[in-house]
Each structure stands twice: as structure tokens, then as C-alpha cells.
């Protein structure tokens, strides 16, 4: 597609259920990123793909928080076992390093997640 | 940590008037990028600059970047209530493309019909 999608918009977990969340990058994008935004304010990196290869994890919590992209399905994010400072938004992202135009990001529009 | 600071927090201005958001950032850069985020919404990729740059235009935006500095300014021009909206800079971690971005707490700009 030519535009980041996200799956759920919203949703609303209790605390200690699992939270998952999907995104499909743009076709024909290699890297694949995940940030939590809080309150509006900082984006906090996660993780990041390479196809299905993790690239970089250095964001992402050692505990309760998993990530994969498998060929030939959506990226998701799984949140096991949430708790209230999980809920915040979650922003997936792509690009594609190819010439000029491969370094920009281009970003979903976010599921919110709330945890109560 | 933060890599991209902005500057100011917070923006409110009159319609038609310009608004001017500053960036400072902290390590050696490939490029550097400006994205919007409306309220309530996702990032939407602005301008980006190299850093063998040093003015970009894009419609009513002007991008100018200081590597010498550090820094980076957005220029808004004739804005419009539309416009209202939270700026972000942001960079890449190791300097080059394929390094996770870093972004600064972002300017929340305010225009007033």
C-alpha cells in the first residue's frame, strides 16, 4: 500500500492483559520501526526490522514487550501482561533506503493504547 | 536521550504572520527532518535535509540547517490556522540512513484566525 496502516486505531486492555498490535509498511519498504509517544510528547524508539531480521532492539524492554515481521504478514507489536504506563500511542513507521528518497520515514497513524 | 531539542515549547500567532521553530541537536549528522503532527494524529513527514545543505524550500516552508552549529530552523510563512499543529525535528542515531530516529519534545504551534 502506499501508506503505513495500523491496526487497532484504539484499544483498551485491563492491566494484565496481553495487547496486540499490527502494522503493514508501505510495499516495497525493507525497514520497519515501532515508537511509543507519551502524553503527547517524546517519541521513544523501540525497535526496529530489516525485512523480518531484527535491526535494532536497543528500546525496546527487556520484559513484556515482543516484536516480529514475518514474510507475507503485518509487522505486529505484543505487549504481554500490560500495566497503566504501557498506555500511550504506539507509532509504526517505514522506509526504504533507496537513493535520494530512501532515508525519509514515513509514519502510521498510531494506535492508541489505553491500559485501565 | 534527546538529540533534536526544540525551541521554543510552545508558539501562538496571529493568521498570516510567520513562525519560526528551532532545533538543536548533539551528534553528527547524515540529514535531518522536520514531520507535523496534528492533534490526535500521526507524523507527517515535512522537509528533509542533507547535511551538505544549508536552505531547503518546500511550498510556504523554509528549512535552513547549521552543522556548524548544530542546529536547524523551520520557517513557516503566511501561516494559516491549519498549520496548528505540534513541529518535531528529528535525526538519525548513528548519523546515517538506516539508524532509528531521534526526535526532540517537538515546538506546539498555535495559529489564531
Known amino acids: 500500500g502506499e501508506e503505513v496502516a495500523q491496526t487497532p486505531k484504539h484499544l483498551v486492555r485491563g492491566e494484565g492483559q496481553k495487547a496486540k498490535l499490527y502494522c503493514a509498511p508501505i510495499?516495497?519498504?525493507?525497514?520497519v520501526f515501532w515508537y511509543q509517544q507519551v502524553l503527547k510528547n517524546e517519541f521513544k524508539f523501540l525497535i526496529s526490522?530489516?525485512?523480518?531480521?531484527?535491526?535494532?532492539e536497543t528500546g525496546m524492554p527487556k520484559e513484556r514487550f515482543s516484536a516480529k515481521c514475518l514474510p507475507n504478514s503485518p509487522c505486529s507489536l505484543e505487549i504481554q501482561a500490560t500495566k497503566l504506563e504501557d498506555s500511550a500511542v504506539y507509532f509504526c513507521?517505514?522506509?526504504?533506503?533507496?537513493?535520494?528518497?530512501?532515508?525519509?520515514?514515513?509514519f502510521g497513524e498510531g494506535s492508541w493504547l489505553t491500559v485501565v | 536521550s534527546q538529540q533534536g531539542e526544540e525551541d521554543p515549547q510552545a508558539l501562538s500567532i496571529q493568521e498570516g504572520e510567520n513562525a519560526t521553530m528551532n532545533c538543536s541537536y548533539k551528534?553528527?549528522?547524515?540529514?535531518l527532518q522536520w514531520y507535523r503532527q496534528n492533534s490526535g494524529r500521526g507524523l507527517v513527514h515535512l522537509i528533509l535535509?542533507?547535511?551538505?545543505?544549508r536552505e531547503k524550500h518546500s511550498g510556504r516552508l523554509r528549512v535552513t540547517l547549521d552543522t556548524s552549529k548544530k542546529s536547524s530552523s523551520l520557517l513557516i510563512t503566511a501561516s494559516r490556522a491549519a498549520d496548528t499543529a505540534s513541529y518535531f525535528c528529528?535525526?538519525?542515531?548513528?548519523?546515517?540512513?538506516?539508524?532509528?530516529?531521534?526526535f526532540g519534545k517537538g515546538t506546539k504551534l498555535s495559529v489564531k484566525p
Open positions: 513507521a517505514s522506509s526504504q533506503f533507496q537513493g535520494s528518497s530512501g532515508n525519509t520515514i514515513y
Open positions: 510495499k516495497g519498504h525493507s525497514y
Open positions: 526490522f530489516q525485512n523480518e531480521n531484527v535491526f535494532d
Open positions: 551528534t553528527s549528522i547524515n540529514n
Open positions: 535535509i542533507r547535511s551538505n545543505e
Open positions: 528529528a535525526t538519525r542515531r548513528d548519523g546515517g540512513s538506516q539508524g532509528n530516529l531521534i
